[in-house]
DNA sequence: AATGAATGAGCCTTCATTCAT
DNA sequence: TATGAATGAAGGCTCATTCAT
């Protein structure tokens, strides 16, 4: 493949990114990408053949994306308090909570819902787990300096990443109120460090 | 509608269910339950027109069932201790986060990110706040006799129902092991009672 | 077949005549006959098979209807004038041509267009012939008095009968205003009769 | 649409033509379309969605087919005599009464009875009135040169227009014999013209 | 006579996929 | 590479008609 074939490929991916975060998964046709992309039926086809694949790039860019910022935080890690960086890592998962439009979470969990069981270990997975890995450093750092006040680091992190998860999909499923995200955050938070309110 | 259309729609509910629970909700064709319920097209919509309508009447019957269990809970709340009822109630969140198979959950979910925001208000929030009622209806009693040892049994509930549902979700999406389940469900415990492993 | 059933399957084809007039003829289903009457599916079967052989039917009663409204007017021929008879016959053609909603004609042509040539000519010509034998018949009478000044009534006759045929279609098709038809009917008149307008 | 796209759809208004004359307006199936056409199902798709919006292009087409008829007809009128394009025009007339099959007549009676009222007026009143001033033109003409004998020849033509189109819908629905055809338009002409037989 | 649940043929429509250009 | 017309399988839905009760 030619750079001029990955540029084209990258195209696609950029475009039915949009595509999958506003329709979800299940309901976006091999139509719907050629148009947002403004291409053939037949010149999509020789890129990806099915929606599936094509939401497989879709998800490693994001993935990559998201390897970023953690390295991003990563580096950040000594010179920032923990506390500062907890506080930006829930900033963000609750900006992630709440945003229910035009995010990819539907379609990545209708995606997992339809999927062989070992492309899910693969691509899926991957991105649960750089959060809470990402969340347990902050922890296990926190816990050094003094600044928080927990036994297990690592089960903490496991026990946030889960609740968090599951405020996620009840945005997603049945509604949650900023307020209700904020209480529940807070509460995690007091477990193992001072707040302020 | 007389007595044998009640039953027999009752007897489509039963096999709609089973379809609903092996194919979640979006792959699930009116062919599928007419295959299932071993009757023909127009027949099937004698009774319902759209996997929609079906599959509301199957959730009904799904929350009679949970109703039935938490009635049955609530009656036994001064015949048991609390640590007794919530290691039931645990039980049954746990049976309930490994059952993969033939789960109506994935169906459930499915459903949540496609239908109507009202219906999911009526249908499908109730399941969540009646299980999340009921473990804090055990948590209060815990409080209340001296067992747990927890500031706000309320707060507690929440957070305990999502990181109940973010595992359900995860053994859904990227499977989830039964000791990882233990090993949370443990620490959740910890919390606020002294556990005996 | 009982005097019972005689008077059910009057009261069948009175009711399908509602319908009809209010659907035409293809629009209607068994279904819709059913409803109407309010009887069982399988009821309605005892009597007619289809909806054509109940139109069938629907046309016959009203074949009598008219056929008596005839008789009327042919013994009235020698208590009125010709010109009072004409008069009245153009008025109830006029209401014919402008009643669009509730009227039998729809279906009558749809079921026209449709049906084996020798049941047109049984039970549809007669109804047209009719209503062409009694204008002449008022025509020659008129002309014997003195009253109308036509050199062949008979093919006068049929002349108007087309051209209210003609505005009968063109109403349910595109449409006439009151005026036009007032303005033709007139026009037909004054070929040979005085009118004060 | 490209060119190769635009003689596909005439194909099938074509094929079309042929199978609305046929079977009428009510009775063509998207499947008769298809067959007719030796086209696959989703093909014709691609050009129409609907038995309606297939018809009405074929309606279209018919129209433009009618005005290159007037046209033609209008540029005779000043090297022709009245009464030969009279005769004409009523042979013209005769010929699409008595052509009972292949025709597309009930078919257009059929659609004006449960087309939407606004889309008659456009497509469906024009047909009637374009031969009604193009006979209204040839009796003006007439007039003016004496060859005819009528007071106003704006409401003659409305009473022709009428009684043909009543002719029209008789020959459909009960049937009418050449010799009843040619005895009605012998006696329109008489009113005004002297007719050697 | 009467009921109405049940059947299945037949039409409608969409969409992944192919292929000649 | 790229196009987009064409295909046909698959699912949705309706309705005339039957039949056990």
Redesign the pocket.
Known sequence: ??E??IS?KQYIIDKATEVFAAKGFR??????I?EAC??????????Y???ESLFLDVLKAQDEIAADRSKNLIERLHVASSTELLLWFLKEQKKEILKRQNSLSVAVYEYAFVCRQDIKKNSFKENFDTAGKVLEMILNRGYETGEFECEDPSELAANMMYAIEGMKICARTMGISEKKVDKELLYMMKQFVEVEE
Chains 1, 2, 3, 4 share one sequence.
């Open positions: 493949m030619g001029k074939a084209k309901d976006v046709t091999m139509k719907d050629v403004e291409i053939s039926r037949g010149g999509l086809y020789l890129y053949d099915s929606t």
